[in-house]
């Protein structure tokens, strides 16, 4: 066992155990909440695979964009807080779709395995460096996104599509038919203001 | 130290780890000790602002003042509200205080003095401060109070609204050292920043203030309005962590702005005497905070739909033009791939701050127009009511 066989392992207890905690916690509030641990289990586990990038972004879109709004929704929305009856009898359901789930996981994960050449699964466990990583990937990451043999193409094409996305956001809470621009309601002026100062105080 | 270690007897590995945790206090005391002493000298400049003495009965010139404060807030009793979320209630105040720490693990203190000198130093920062955001938002919510949940409302609405800004001015910096280390961004300062794009300086000391809470964008804890805000129900030692949070981000992002803009711990013979570069920084630091005291004392705070007008509407196309034009003209002078002295700065260094000059005069043209047509239309509205008010009287 090596200390990144120990850290592997807390970070995986706090990415699971927080999963676990989002579906079972009868209050919404809370289960945001543990979804923002799992989430800061990943981010952990993307520095362990010397991806830093990675897990700088993963805490700022998922924790500190996307588990905030989901919150937010949460906070308007007191009503359904507290969720009653949440674990009735789907569990059969919740128990297939995991299994489905693990199937299609390992199904892709394997060949991908092969690919790569793992053939032992417990290899980062026992050795001290467990594959060779490059060590500038910031640089080589940054550069592929602008090269134009590379993936500029697919880069620009979803930030099109997000800045649509963003248009379309604020188009639609716009209200229906603005119509002409209603008159700003008037400050309330004393009609007499000029000759307050006659008052009797 | 590892050496030390490691002649004394101790194995490689806890040597390492032993040396880790050492650097790891050494860096999180240091903010937590300068935060005495910054309290105090707060309390003195608001003091001296508002015509006050200020602190001034315990030690020469009441420099002790924070530990019997400190031990008073320690005494008092700690109350955790009816109904309230135990759990979250007690985290939130530890996790304000953490996510500002957090921060002072990129921050280079001097030639090769760094917690942790790491390749993405500027997207951790921002990772990290949206940490604050859930500190924020937790403690409103367990409260069970009003004017708490109130508070983290606005409070979220403003830190998720000027981060947009600040990340984009932090850009700025990133693309003229073509670097996101904070080490690495330091190093390049041949000429500060603040001279070459004095106007992204501006933008990233606008919302960073917002950013840290602070008067005139002290929404989260409006007194008047909302009691204390996020933090209404809390008190003793909880209270006293929010407070030292709060002191403690306005402290680093006063270092921060030092860092990106004023050359961090640059200055002369700074490379061979580390120390000489610890003062540097300081000192930089300390400029940028007196000037975030200054504006904190002297401005009334802003409405609530003022601070978000004045963000989508105006800082946040400000900051996307302004960070188009400085990597436009980055392109386009040459010899800025290769910047290794203060000759090789100069020109592009002019070049930018008449670019931003430029800029400067054109969004203060549009601005005088646009407040121009905002009076007159208030005018008209007051005339429309009253036409006894007529143009000249109608202030």
Redesign the interface.
Known sequence: MT?QALVFLIFSVITLGGGLLVVTTRNL??AA?YL?LSLFGVAGLFVLLTA??LA??E??VY???I??LI??AI?LTPQVTQVINLRGTQWIAALVAAVLFFLMLASVLTPVAEELGVDDWSAGFTQDDPAGVPA?T?TDLGESLVDTDRYVLPFEVASVLLMAALIGAALMVRPEDPGPRRP?S??V?E?D??QATTGGD | MTDVLLDIGFSHDLAVLIAKLVGVIIVASFGLVWTLFGIWLERKLAGRFQDRLGPNRIGPFGVLQSFPDAVKILLKEDIIPTGADKWVFNIAPVLSVFSVMLAWVVVPFAVGWTGSDLSIGVLYLVAVGSLGEIAVLMAGWSSNNKFALLGAFRGVAQLISYEIPMVLALLVPVLLSGSMSLQGIVQQQHIMYLFAVPMTALIFFISSMAEMGRAPFDLLEAESELVAGYMTEYSGMKFGMFYVGEFLHAFTFSVLAAIFFLGGWKGPFAEDVPLLGLVYLIVKAMFAYFAMMWIRMTFPRVRIDQMLVFNWKFLVPLSLGNLLVVAFLWKLVPGTDAIASFGDALLPTLVLLVANLLMAVGVLAALRGEGQRERERVQARLVAVDPAVTAGSGD
């Open positions: 200390w509030f809370h909440l923002m830093p990038f700088g972004v805490v700022v924790i500190g964009a588990a905030i919150i937010f906070m500038n910031l700003e008037a400050p002026v009609p203001a000029g």
